[in-house]
């Protein structure tokens, strides 16, 4: 059998897997997605992951783009400037967990240099007090709901956050508003309950990401090991538009693998919803941003 035959027999066996063998959730028919778009989200802001020039996509723009309501703001200060911006929104999540660009000076014109890189701070007085800000601007701006922890498990071991240090962070959530939501980014790679101990009941919801486009075809087993370890929690599903360990587009063939699973699983209730990555990079992978927006239009 040729290594392209193999490749394919591969992933239609992952697009056959059922999304209804994962026992669903503890969720209403009714308040299942009549549309996908009404379960998706867009990261949205600018940010510089390997483009040579800056999008065209700015905050909010990708998630219009992609025919949402419903975004993750990213990568620029939470302020009330920003949710003005964001207001036509049904839904906003702000990180807490910042990335930042970090500035790099022009040899001959001070002060004309560049945003050149990201900087992830995830240290725990940061989270805080961007939580604390997020929950203040919930107040004034009903449409956020959420603040976004992105990395989580990697800042907790970098950092040796303990699961008592936190809670600080949950409280912070909460802080002006109890209803706000507390969201973490969770990797299929960092699914083992050791990992998780004593965090878990300090998320309100999952968002579960696949590192490696190759590894998608274990979607629906990451899926049932994130319900194992996250009992009762909503799941939503990460998609990339960029592969960055390939440093290139999803392959074409990979992202149908997940956008498949995406819909069905979406339909059985197994998942409460999923986001894209993102709004920065809709111009810099067209074929994939593309082929996307349609099949949400589609489905």
């Known amino acids: ?5 193999s490749r394919r027999d591969l992933i239609r066996s992952a ?21 996908m778009a009404e379960a998706g989200w867009c990261w949205d802001g600018q940010a510089i992951n390997g483009q040579w020039q800056f999008t065209i996509f700015g905050a909010g723009e990708g998630t219009k783009w992609f025919g949402l309501r419903r975004c993750c703001f990213m990568f620029h200060p939470n302020t009330a400037m920003a949710m003005e911006k964001l207001r036509d929104m049904k839904e906003v999540v702000c990180e807490i967990s910042k990335w930042e660009a ?37 107040r004034k ?4 709901t959420g603040a976004f922890d992105d990395d989580l498990y990697g800042k907790i071991k970098a950092e040796h956050i ?8 949950r409280r912070a959530v909460r802080s002006a508003n109890p209803k706000l939501k507390h969201w973490g980014v969770v990797y299929s790679h960092e699914l083992k309950k050791e990992n998780w101990a004593g965090f ?68 059985d209730g197994t998942i409460q919803g999923y986001s894209i990555l993102g709004g920065f990079l809709i111009d810099m992978h ?12 589609t489905n």
């Open 102 to 138: 970090q500035k790099v000076e022009h040899p001959q014109y001070k002060g004309l240099g560049a945003p050149m890189r990201m900087h992830h701070d995830g240290r725990i007085e940061r989270k805080c007090r961007e939580a604390e800000i997020v929950s203040q601007l919930s």
């Open 286 to 297: 067209p074929e994939q941003a593309t082929w996307v927006r349609d099949f949400i239009k």
């Open 141 to 144: 701006y009903p449409n956020v």
């Open 1 to 5: 059998m040729s290594t392209a035959i």
């Open 15 to 35: 697009l056959s897997l059922s999304a209804a063998s994962l026992a669903p959730v503890a969720t209403e028919a009714a308040t299942r997605p009549h549309r």
């Open 162 to 169: 303990t699961p008592e240090q936190y809670a600080a962070v």
């Open 200 to 267: 878990t009941d300090l998320l309100d919801v999952v968002t579960l990401w696949v590192w490696a486009s190759k590894d998608l075809v274990n979607l629906d087993r990451y899926v049932e090991q994130c319900r194992e370890i996250f009992p009762g929690k909503p799941i939503n599903i990460g998609c990339y538009l960029r592969d960055f360990t390939l440093l290139d587009g999803v392959p074409m063939e990979m992202l149908k693998v997940q956008w498949e699973f995406v819909r069905k699983a979406l339909r």
